[in-house]
């Protein structure tokens, strides 16, 4: 709600507005939507990356049979498994590098300082600012499934799409807890690109995206069980089979909420002190 | 006019540190700011002279919330930049100077809009069009940035930090490299802006014939400290004693 400051101060030199949340998400989004819509061909082509994600996971399953006993749980299809597997990743990878790229863009392009100069807290500026990004992964996701489903005939019940949705929301919160420490070390290196690929490709091999993490050695399992991105992925299949196991989703959904309740806050003030020591050496600008 | 300061910076103190890329090789200091005391009346356009490194950006910075002080205070009416940092924000409108600080791709109607929900103005199109017509840039208010010269952006730019009414306005080094229609068109906008808002502008900048011409009272800073005052129109050469400050 926009407010207007007391006009019964004592001193007339008070600040007069307060900023509403729900219009800065809109002008956050209605920004970068413009920005992203000006360059008309990179638009275009990055929906072409999607189709290139469907057409892999239709090769790939045609080398692996589907009556595998450890992709019974998820309906015995591999060419569903990989594709939720592969258009999910693409949703961590915006959750994991999206908030790190926006500030980069925001330094790079000299328009940091201005915002942080404004009194909005530098936390909403961050969350918010990538939330185009999650806009735009989550229609490539929708597309996705769509021509899976008519292209590939993917095994995608829709009785419990909601779950589905309500499980993806939970990982992606859980996930963009990496994200937003990603984006404290980009405040102090300034560059985080080669970190935040390194983590990308740990996720994508010890995350279960093209194969159940139940056939990687023990130690690696254990080592996967540490990531939100597996209880996620795991849930996420679970629901889109036409009679999920409510009670496995249940424990995943569990997990990843301790992960988010925990994570989140915690990664959020780690951001705050970025930016406050960026403040005491004076590198805020610098990029 | 009244004379109530509208900022304060007493004894302000600021120094960095340049570390070398080797990890645990001892950095190197510098003093930015060395105990600066000034005083800014309210309504007035207030320079600030100096070289290049005497800290003229540093002092701009810290009143901005963008730096932090080692010691010392400034004050904005009365709030202070470090405790009361998000008060001072809704109170200051700050340009660097830089067309770089502009989302090129948009126009600027569509840069203050999204100025706008950052310092949460209820209903903007009128502080909009007010501001875009202040500077001069309502007739190109809907063609994208990346075709402005760069007086142009430099005067969406000082739009920006006008948007949301601020009491003081922060400028660093508005017109550096901008010619000299350019820059005359831009002292045009100060004095419309002081004469109609009442605003006060503090700007930066190395252009002494600039300092002398367009602003109430100038301030000189050196190797980080107030070096002496000038008040230009009190002043029969006020260029040279501005020259003998710096």
């Known amino acids: 709600m926009v407010a207007i400051a007391s006009a019964s101060s004592p001193s007339e030199l008070q600040p007069r507005y ?4 729900r219009r800065l998400l809109a002008a956050f989004v209605r920004r970068d939507f413009r920005i992203e819509r000006s360059y008309r061909l990179a638009f275009l082509v990055q929906f072409g ?6 057409v892999s996971a239709g090769f790939l399953s045609h080398l692996v049979p589907g009556d595998q006993a450890s992709l019974t749980r998820y309906g015995s299809d591999y060419f569903t498994f990989v594709l939720v597997g592969m258009a999910i990743l693409g949703y961590f990878s915006v959750a994991l590098g999206g908030f790190s790229a926006s500030l980069q863009q925001e330094q790079e392009q000299g328009t940091l300082e201005t915002l942080l100069a404004s009194p909005t807290d530098p936390r909403l500026l961050l969350l918010f600012g990538a939330m185009w990004p999650f806009l735009f992964a989550t229609l490539q996701l929708v597309v996705l499934f769509a021509a899976g489903g008519v292209l590939f005939h993917a095994k995608i019940a829709s009785s419990h799409l909601l779950l589905a949705a309500g499980i993806l929301i939970l990982t992606v919160t859980a996930f963009s807890a990496m994200g937003l420490a990603a984006s404290s070390l980009t405040i102090i290196t ?3 690109g080669p970190v935040i690929s390194l983590l990308a490709a740990t996720f994508s091999l010890l995350g279960g995206v093209l194969y ?5 050695p023990r130690a690696l399992q254990i080592a996967a069980e540490a990531l939100p991105m597996s209880y996620g992925l ?3 299949r679970r629901s889109l089979v036409a009679h999920p196991n409510l009670h496995a989703i249940g424990i995943d959904a569990l997990v990843l909420a301790i992960f988010s309740v925990v994570l989140v806050p915690l990664a959020l003030q780690c951001f705050r002190w970025a930016v406050d020591r960026a403040r005491r050496n004076g590198t805020l600008s610098h990029y | 006019m009244t004379t109530a300061p509208v900022l304060v910076a007493a004894n302000l103190v600021k120094s960095f540190t340049v570390r070398g890329w080797l990890p645990g090789r001892p950095g190197r200091q510098v003093d930015a700011l060395r105990g600066v005391d000034l005083t800014i009346r309210r309504g007035s356009i207030h320079g600030i002279i100096g070289a290049n490194g005497s800290g003229k ?3 701009l910075r810290i009143v901005a919330t963008l730096v932090l002080p080692d010691s010392g205070t400034v004050t904005v009416a009365g709030h202070d930049v470090v405790a009361d940092a998000s008060a001072v ?11 770089r600080s502009l989302y090129w791709r948009l126009s600027p109607r569509q840069n203050l809009e999204f100025a706008a929900a950052l310092y949460g103005i209820p209903a903007p199109a009128s502080a909009i069009e007010s501001v875009l017509d202040l500077v001069g840039l309502a007739d190109n208010a809907d063609r994208p940035v990346s075709g402005f010269s760069q007086g142009m952006c430099r005067r969406l730019g000082l739009a920006r930090a006008l948007l949301h009414e601020p009491h003081l306005l922060l400028l660093d080094e508005p017109t550096r490299s901008l010619d000299p229609t350019a820059t005359a068109d831009f002292h045009g906008v100060l004095r419309a802006i002081q004469r109609e808002r009442g605003v006060t ?6 252009d002494l014939e600039e300092a002398a011409s367009c602003c109430d009272e100038v301030s000189a800073l050196r190797e980080g400290q107030i070096n002496g005052q000038v008040s230009p129109a009190s002043e029969a050469r006020p260029h040279r004693a501005l020259a003998q400050l710096v």
């Open chain 1, 18 to 21: 307060v900023v509403s949340r």
């Open chain 2, 89 to 99: 924000r809704r109170l200051i409108g700050l340009s660097t100077g830089e067309e």
């Open chain 1, 49 to 54: 990356g999607s189709f290139s994600t469907l």
């Open chain 1, 234 to 236: 795991d849930a996420i």
């Open chain 1, 190 to 192: 300034k560059r985080t």
């Open chain 2, 201 to 206: 502008t503090v700007m930066s900048t190395h």
């Open chain 1, 212 to 216: 159940p993490i139940s056939v990687l």
């Open chain 2, 57 to 59: 950006s540093t002092f």
